[in-house]
């Protein structure tokens, strides 16, 4: 599956944007998705993932009651709508895709293998 991921910007502290990303070229409804981002000199992260039928999602601690993962799968789409951002969620942020084979607590980074070309969110104070 290929992913294209858009919506990124920059806002100032306590903005809010939603990030999408649209799937195409395979059956995106049997498929785990997530968000992940980096920002220079840091590892990826995990910010947010989200199982095949929406049912279950996990969001990092970092961005609990702030950020929240959907997907629509009608629209083979999936999102990250971003509250209340802080100037620490600046980095670019990337969408990842992978077939659902299990529970969705045992997929990590290491786990996605489709990966959109990130997009960057600048949060300035």
């Known amino acids: 599956v290929q992913l294209q991921a858009s919506g990124g910007g920059s806002v100032q502290a306590g903005g809010s944007l939603r990030l999408s990303c649209a799937a195409s070229?395979?059956?995106?409804?049997?498929?785990?998705a997530g968000w992940f981002r980096r920002t220079p000199g840091k590892e990826r992260e995990f910010v947010a993932t989200i199982s095949w039928d929406g049912g279950t999602k996990y969001h990092a601690d970092s961005v609990k009651g702030r950020f929240t993962i959907s997907r629509d799968n009608a629209k083979n789409t999936v999102y990250l709508q971003m509250n209340n951002l802080k100037p620490e969620d600046t980095a670019v942020y990337y969408c990842?895709?992978?077939?659902?084979?299990?529970?969705?607590?045992?997929?990590?980074?290491?786990?996605?293998?489709?990966w959109g070309h990130g997009t960057q969110v600048t949060v300035s104070s």
């Open positions: 990842a895709a992978e077939p659902q084979r299990g529970s969705l607590i045992g997929m990590t980074l290491a786990s996605f293998r489709s």
């Open positions: 070229g395979g059956a995106f409804n049997n498929y785990a």
